[in-house]
């Protein structure tokens, strides 16, 4: 099996900033491709940051320049540092990456979501 553990949600003043972590465990043989997404109530879920094996990284526009994603792969841990946070990126954030378990097809996981609140 393999989980995704999310951690570093909470409430932060508009301005401020959060770090959020991703760590994957479980029978896995290889991760590829490493993200975040974040769905805010009321909305479709959306792509937020998207990271691959060798490090080449896609931003949402709407978070280009305030957010960094990257990941180390020796602790299989994703992460997305949050600056200059906005109210209107108040969602659930959710970390997925698509892993490579042996004699199992290649599959895209989800962990179970970690709020962000940003409201003075």
């Known amino acids: 099996q393999v989980q995704l553990v999310e951690s570093g949600g909470g409430l932060v003043q508009p301005g401020g900033s959060l770090r959020l972590s991703c760590a994957a465990s479980g029978s896995i043989f290889r991760i590829n491709d490493m993200g975040w997404s974040r769905q805010a109530p009321g909305e479709q879920r959306e792509l937020v940051a998207l990271?691959?094996?060798?490090?080449?990284?896609n931003y949402a526009d709407s978070v280009k320049g305030r957010f960094t994603i990257s990941r180390d792969n020796a602790k299989r841990t994703v992460y997305l540092q949050m600056n200059s946070l906005k109210p209107e990126d108040t969602a659930v954030y959710y970390c997925?990456?698509?892993?490579?378990?042996?004699?199992?097809?290649?599959?895209?996981?989800w962990g179970q979501g970690t709020q962000v609140t940003v409201s003075s």
């Open positions: 990271i691959t094996s060798d490090g080449n990284t």
């Open positions: 997925h990456a698509e892993i490579t378990r042996l004699l199992v097809k290649t599959s895209v996981y």
